[in-house]
């Protein structure tokens, strides 16, 4: 009897943390790390993209975004965010979804595609790795937790 007393209390345990958790909005959040670099030089990640309104470009997906109750002048953050300059990228989004590494872009109000990052579009290229592979999804790649992107644009000129 007592397993199944134990199982019970665990299921019930499992449910209560996870509506919780779900009550406060997050279903999903995850961490990827993105590096840029510009003819050798590292570009500065600001940081509070996707939370400070200079800094959130494209609001397409606020819907996905969490409540920041604490600022009524700005009442959701993007799914897609930053807290700091450390190239974090905060997915933290209501629905369990597919975000891509141009989503993130597109809020910060970027450009950036296989040959334009920035106000970079000729003369160059850019490269991504992902956790050290070359990788072509440029803007398409879906953001996981934990990967280290490298962008890298290098002039020809």
Not at 44 to 50: C, D, E, L, S
Not at 72 to 84: A, F, G, I, K, R
Not at 141 to 150: A, F, K, R, S
Request: charged residues 20%.
């Amino acid at each position: 009897m007592l397993p199944v007393a134990a199982l019970l209390a665990f299921a019930i345990y499992s449910y209560s943390a996870s509506t919780s958790h779900q009550s406060q909005g997050v279903i999903m959040h995850i961490h990827p790390r993105i590096e840029i670099f510009i003819d050798g030089q590292r570009v500065a990640i600001p940081a509070n993209i996707g939370i400070d309104s200079n800094l959130w470009k494209d609001r397409s997906l606020e819907r996905y975004g969490m409540p920041m109750p604490d600022m009524p002048e700005m009442p959701y953050m993007s799914p897609l965010h930053t807290h700091d300059t450390s190239g974090v990228i905060h997915v933290e989004s209501t629905v369990n979804r597919e975000y891509t590494l141009g989503e993130f872009f597109d809020v910060w109000g970027v450009t950036f595609n296989e040959s334009c990052i920035f106000d970079r579009c000729s003369g160059g290229s850019v490269v991504i790795l992902v956790n050290g592979v070359r990788n072509s999804e440029f803007r398409n790649h879906v953001l996981n937790d934990g990967e280290e992107i490298h962008i890298r644009f290098e002039s020809t000129s």
